[in-house]
Structures are given as C-alpha cells and as structure tokens.
C-alpha cells in the first residue's frame, strides 16, 4: 500500500456509515468500539467517527490519525490477495486511545477485526 490513506479505502457517504452501523457486528476493546460489514469491493474500507462528545479537535484529530495509522499498516489493500473478506469498518475512538501506546492500541485494533472478520463468515 502507499503511504497515504487513499480514497479506495476509506468510507465517505453518510449512507455507507448507516449501513455498516444498522446491520454490522460490533467489537468493543478498552481504546476502540469497531462495527463491520461485508464490502463487495476487494479492499477494506475504513470510517471514523468522533464525536464532539470525545473532546475537543485536537483530541479528535488524534485519535483519528492514530486509528488511520493502524489501519493503513494492515495493508487493507491486499486483502483479496491474502485471501480474506473485505470490510467496511467503522470505528469509534475511546478517550482512553489519546494516552495508551501505539502497538497496544494496534494490537488491540487487529484482534478486534480479526475476531469480526471469523464472526462474519460463519
């Protein structure tokens, strides 16, 4: 993947929001609620939702370039390629995501869309 968070991957439309948060499963962790829902397309697709509820701008900003960091370093452009269903992803910061390490925000991140990913193909 490059090094930007590219358009193919990421959910834009409040439409597309709606749908994975009315008919996805969701996993919640101690730094991040996630839902998913099955995509048609061969990528996954990431959404982010900060509300103004979780701070201010600068600790929504945060939290979301964090959550896309992680996200980007799964590499949700060769999903088709290693053989898994594609997603579309929306995820909720927890205030607790702004103090907490990276890795073990990622760790947490991966092992929440890992088991979402086995849920939904069952």
């Known amino acids: 993947m490059s090094q930007r968070f590219g358009s193919n991957v990421r959910l834009k439309a409040r439409h597309e929001f709606q749908i994975v948060q009315t ?12 839902l998913a829902l099955p995509n048609p397309h061969s990528v996954d697709r990431l959404g982010l939702i900060a509300s103004r509820k979780f701070g201010n701008a600068v600790m929504r900003n945060r939290a979301k370039r964090r959550l896309r960091e992680i996200f980007r370093r799964m590499e949700p452009d060769t999903i088709a390629v290693r053989g898994l269903m594609a997603l579309d992803v929306v995820a909720i910061p927890r205030r607790a995501i702004l103090d907490a390490p990276l890795p073990a925000v990622a760790a947490e991140f991966k092992a929440a869309l890992d088991s979402l990913r086995k849920g939904l193909t069952n």
Do not use: M, P, S, W
């Not at 008919?23 to 996630?34: E, P, Y």
């Open 23 to 34: 008919q996805g499963r969701r996993a919640a962790t101690r730094f991040v609620t996630l």
